[in-house]
Each structure stands twice: as C-alpha cells, then as structure tokens.
C-alpha cells in the first residue's frame, strides 16, 4: 500500500502480487506449526506422573543441608555472607555459639521477596544453603512464604548435597536443539 | 424428507390433532411451531459459539505451539460451558454516566441480529420447522441485517460511557459501513450468474454433479470469492480486520464495560456471525446442503450436515488466517477498502455481466 499516488496500475498489481505471496508464506508457516507438537510441559497432575521433576538448573523451595555432626545438626555456620550478599534482603539469621560452636538459631528466608538469583547458595563457603527443584511452593498468605529454621532443616534432609552451581548456570541454556523450536 | 423434517411434521401434524381436539384455534399451531423453530435456532447458535470458542482456542494454541484448554472435561471439552456459566453468574455492570437504556440495548440488538441471519440460511431441501418459506430475497436480506449489525456496536459503544467503547464502535461503524459496499458487488456477482436472490435456488443450481458444479471452479466467480471471504472477515471482526476490539490500542473496544450476560450476548453474537459467515460461503460457492459426490447422496447423510461441515471448514480456514496475520492500521483498512477492494469489486462485476452474457 505504498507509495500509493504514483503508482501505475501494473505496480499495483505486481503489489497485489507481493501481498498475496507474503500472506500465503504466512498460512504456510502457521500450517506447518499447526502440526509441530506443542512445547508446553503439561504441569504435573497427581494422577498423570509422580514422578515428575523440572529440568535440571530449576531453583525452587530451600533447604539447609544437614550435618549430624555439628551442633544444630547443620552444615550452616552463621557466616551471614548470604544474608549480606542478598539484593533482596530477603534471609534473616539468628547465629548463636562462639567459634566452631557457632550456628543459626533461626533462619528466616521470605520466599515471596526472594528472585532465585543463586547469589546466596554461590557464596556459602560451607556449601550449607541450597535451592531445590521442589516447585510447588504457592500458598494462601504472604506470611506462609517466610521459610523457618525447621521447614528448611525438613527440606535438607531430603537433599544430602547441594545442586550443583556450574550445573545450574550450564543447563539453564543448554537445553538440547531438539527440544527447543527456534522459529 | 429429511428427519428433522419428518419429525418436524410429525410434531406438527400432533399438535393440530390436540389443538383441535381441545378447541383452540389452528393459528396457535403457527405461532407455536415459530416459538420452537425460534428456540431451536437459538439453541443451536448457542452450541455453536460454544464449539467455535473451543475449537478457535484450540487452533490458536496449536498454530502458537501451546496445548490450549485441556482441564475441564476430557480434551478441555467442558471450558467453554464452565466459562459460559461463569458468565452467567457475574455481576452485571452498568458503568456510572451510562446511557442504561442503549447500553442494555446495545448487545441484545448486535444478537437478534446476528440471529436473523440464520433464517433464510437453506439447511435442507426440503422445508424445515425453523425455515418454512423460500425467501425469495435471501441475499438482500442478509446483507440488510448485516449492516443493521453496526447500530448495535454503535449502541453499546456510545452507551457505555467510555472512550475506549466509543472509539471502537465508531471504528466498527466507519470499518462494517464500508466494507459492506464491496461485499454487496461480490455477492451481486453470484446473483447475477445465478439469477435469482434466492439462497435455495443458489443451492440448486451448484447439487446436479457434486463437487464439480460448485460455484467454486467457475474462474469468473474467483475473484468475488476472494473479495467475499476478505470482506466478510472484516464485517465480523477477525483479526486481520478486528480493529474495532483491537485489544493492545482498545482495551477491548466497544465491549469494553460490558461484563455477565450482556458481555456474553456480544461474544455470542460474534461467534454466530463467524460460523454464518461460514454458512452463507459455503451457501454461494461451495454447494450449501448438496453433497459433494453428487445428487442423490450416495453417502445418505442428513443435507444439514454438509452444510455445516462445509461451513465449518470455511470457519477454519478464517480461524487460520487469523492466527496468520497481524492488525491492520485503520488508514491501511479504509484505504484497502476503498482504493482497492471496491475498484476490485467493480471489475469483477463488468466481467461476471459479460460472462453471464454469452453463456
């Protein structure tokens, strides 16, 4: 439809032409998507897989790892380097004993502040503090969001080692050509 | 006879005994049997939009690469009659400073007359209870009750009180009023070789072989087909065309304050038009109730039920086209009407008549 005022009427036509060709590349790609099967993860149903788990790299609920041999029984030693570190100031510790003896009283994370940024689990000199694939993490109050000291000991024990940094950060962009739909 | 006709008969046939029986005058058969073809029209309309709904989300999440509606029911069957509940039981909203006449008004015009539509559509050959007379104007009456459409859209737009609903319904005025032009020469194209207005006759003449009678392979009606489907799809407000609800400028254009049962009439209304649309194409050029592999049926199918299949493959097809294409831009609309479409109409119109001539 440009340059409408000089055209000629076979430009217009070859327009006409152009337009036509450019509308049927369009219902050709949308056909072929038409039949492409769909990219979507279905979210896990109960009755469908139990099993289900996200893609490696997937940071969701936190944990503590837990250590029977130290007091508290946690790997933690109330550095507060997460706590510093955290742009969102979302963790709160309580640390408590001297020395080797120190731990976290209490260890408050408001996941509803929280941006899963890794920063926290990238700092801890202990590997102590972890994120989990555990995604389902949606509640009914904002203060239901604030993780305690017990509900991420409960968690740890579920997860003897921490995910692994390098896999987090490698597998979040490697997901196999495959799987991916580029256009 | 077909059996709907029968049964139609028969249930004709049984009332006038009781009536007669029961001393009631033979007029209130009439009226009676229009109560039921009117709620049978309207019943189906219904259960069409709510198909077209789950069918058109389906296709939208297919083309995009999504699974679409699959909770409700098996296949996500169930989504579109949950949603219609829902909206059943929603508040419903006259905003403040609201003309509340026009505004109720609005979608309950819009609706009857996308209804209206559906009755001189020919669903069989043979006389039916919702369609018992050949209009022998069928195609000046649906193009009369489309453009009576815009009076609807113009009522709700203005009534609601709303910049958003006002400029959407003046857009759907300016965009409905003149794409109508073009479509009335395109349909005149298929009257003319027809020779008759008549939605039935227009049938007839395309059952003799089939598939290949169909208006459809004649090359002098191609280019009225081409400029039918385009402008029907701006008439009712799909995508390529759909600037009156265009919902990134809009909100969503003149149906922006509507909400519960009067929001539904208008979705309704919408999706009716869609599917007659699809009817009245698949009426012009692709042999409305006539199978596709001759006449008599070899298949014996109800004739309806070609109709609508054809029909919906129309309905697809605009479906796919609006999962295809971008908005157009309101100037790019008004001039693709009026520099190109109408120009375009016209010339069809002097070669249909030449052809029409020496045939």
Known sequence: MRKQDDTTFLALLGLIAEGARSICVGLHITAINFFRPSVCERYPRRDGKPDWQPRPGYRGDFALISDAERPGGLRCIACLQCQNICPDKCIHITPTGKGKERHPKQFLIDAGLCMYCWLCVEVCPVAALTMTPDYETSTDRPEKLIRTLEQLRERGKEYPEPLKVEMARADATSVAPTERRGD | ?359
């Open chain 2, 1 to 359: 006879m077909s059996p709907i006709g029968l049964i139609a008969t028969w249930l004709r046939a049984l009332l006038t005994g009781w009536f007669r029986a029961w001393h009631i005058p033979a007029v209130f058969v009439d009226i009676l049997a229009w109560i039921v073809g009117g709620v049978v029209i309207l019943l189906m309309i219904t259960l069409i939009a709510l198909i077209l709904i789950y069918v058109l989300r389906k296709v939208a999440a297919y083309i995009q690469g999504r699974i679409g509606p699959e909770r409700v029911g098996p296949y996500g069957l169930f989504q579109t009659v949950m949603d219609a509940l829902k909206l059943l039981q929603k508040e419903d909203i006259v905003p403040a400073g609201a003309d509340k006449i026009l505004h109720t008004l609005g979608p309950v015009v819009f609706f009857f007359v996308c209804t209206m539509g559906y009755l001189v559509i020919p669903w069989e050959s043979q006389a039916t209870i919702a369609r018992q007379v050949d209009l022998n104007i069928g195609v000046l009456f649906l193009l009369a009750f489309s453009s009576l459409g815009v009076i609807g859209v113009l009522m709700g737009g203005w009534g609601s009180n709303n910049k958003w609903s006002l400029l959407g319904a003046l857009r759907g005025a300016a965009q409905m009023i003149s794409y109508e032009i073009p479509m009335l020469l395109a349909l005149v194209c298929v009257v003319l070789m027809a020779g008759s207005l008549s939605l039935e006759v227009i049938t007839e003449q395309q059952k003799a072989l089939g598939l290949l009678s169909w208006n459809l392979w004649k090359p002098w009606l191609w280019l009225p087909m081409i400029l039918f489907l385009i402008t029907a799809a701006a008439e009712i407000n799909v995508t390529p065309f759909d600037i009156p609800e265009a919902e990134s400028e809009l909100v969503a254009g003149y149906h922006t304050e509507y909400s519960g049962m009067k929001f539904a009439l208008y979705f309704l209304a919408e999706f009716s038009n869609n599917f007659l649309v699809g009817l009245i194409f698949a009426v012009l050029f692709l042999g409305g109730w006539s199978s596709p592999f001759g006449h008599p049926d070899p298949l014996y199918l109800p004739e309806f039920l070609w109709l609508v299949g054809k029909a919906m493959v129309v309905v697809l097809f605009l479906m796919w086209v609006r999962w295809t294409l971008p908005r157009l831009r309101v100037d790019q609309l008004m001039a693709l009407c009026w520099k190109l479409l109408l120009p375009a109409a016209f010339v069809s119109l002097v070669i249909v008549s030449i052809v029409g001539l020496y045939l």
